[in-house]
């Protein structure tokens, strides 16, 4: 372990070696911060500290874990916090690797898992996942029943736009695809008009690595693309998760080829109401919550509906409490 380099201090890191596929090593990179939480004494902190079940934050696509007012403000409030970089994601990044190639969404099983015996197997966690991350966190808890508390998510990508007619046109042409170009790119380059709404050089509140969250998106693989179709599919045929649900997004998502004021309030990557539809049928103990001037990262909006968010997910979290 080492200073983050990316939080500073107050925050290790840990390379977790995951073999080597045929680019290269794979490595996987796992994020702590200590809780700090309300001033108690001996066994009285012990105590608070067990009561609440850890927070192991997930990353979406093109993305890293980065939010540290999100993490500091958890840990603050006396939650053991973690994050993990998938591999070839930020951290994680190797030269020479395709960022976000993944032939299937069940790779991911390994630094998890690994992760998850790292912060204590009797110690399940609480997933707070974002967008294709929450896809990924929602799979291995239907197939790993008992490893996690619970499931915040933030923006999953559950479902493609337009829902599911869509996801199942595409999904054989896109596999069809993948097998031949595997991790070259399937899409065209990305707009930026997420990246203009969040980060401070293009006029946004947020601070953040363009090289490891590039502005336009890293270039999208044709296998990546295929691993999401699968896993959604999957998960919509899957039986319910038996652990409580948090879905947040914004109240309404917005498209199109110039960027509008608008999108600063609302979501620039997903179509909400798709991923509504699919979050309701995850389980029996799902609450859905949706935040009037959120961006697709609610936690990366502005300061009401940010904090609005983040108030969401402390009562939330307060009703896991034993």
Do not use: C
């Not at 890191?13 to 490595?27: F, Y």
């Not at 702590?32 to 001033?39: A, K, L, N």
């Not at 709404?197 to 890293?218: E, I, Q, S, T, V």
């Not at 979501?267 to 697709?296: F, K, M, Q, S, Y």
Request: aromatic share 6%.
């Amino acid at each position: 372990m080492i200073e983050d380099p990316v939080l500073g201090a107050g925050y290790t890191v840990r390379r977790l070696d995951l073999g080597a596929d045929e680019e290269g090593p794979l490595v996987a990179s796992l994020v702590h911060r200590e809780p700090t939480g309300p001033r108690t004494h001996g066994a009285r902190k012990t105590a608070a500290r067990d009561a609440r079940p850890p927070v192991l934050v997930m990353h979406g696509w093109s993305d890293y874990v980065f939010d540290r007012g999100l993490l500091e403000h958890l840990g603050k409030a006396g939650y053991d916090v973690w994050g993990l970089d998938l591999r070839k994601y930020g951290r994680s990044l190797l030269p020479d690797q395709t960022p976000t190639s993944v032939d299937h969404l069940s790779r991911y099983d390994r630094e998890i898992g690994t992760a998850l015996r790292i912060i204590g197997a009797d110690r399940p966690p609480v997933l707070l996942a974002h967008s294709a991350g929450g896809l990924t966190a929602a799979l291995w808890a239907q197939r790993r029943p008992g490893t996690v508390r619970a499931l915040a998510l933030n923006s999953p990508w559950l479902e493609m736009h337009l829902g599911s007619g869509v996801r199942t046109l595409a999904r054989t042409p896109v596999r069809l695809l993948a097998e031949h170009l595997r991790a070259r790119p399937i899409l065209p380059e990305g707009s930026s008009h997420y990246s203009r709404a969040l980060h401070r050089d293009f006029g946004g509140m947020y601070d953040y690595d363009l090289a490891l969250k590039p502005a336009r998106g890293h270039r999208f693989p044709a296998e990546t693309l295929a691993a999401v179709l699968d896993g959604q599919t999957r998960l919509r045929a899957a039986g319910p998760l038996g652990i409580p649900v948090l879905v947040m997004h914004s109240a309404r998502s917005r498209f199109g080829a110039s960027f509008r004021e608008g999108m600063r309030r609302a979501d620039t990557v997903l179509d909400v109401h798709a991923l509504a539809r699919a979050a309701r049928r995850l389980g029996p103990d799902v609450r859905v919550e949706p935040i009037e001037g959120a961006r697709h990262d609610v936690f990366l909006s502005d300061a009401d509906a940010r904090a609005r968010a983040i108030g969401i997910l402390d009562d939330w979290l307060e009703t896991l409490a034993p």
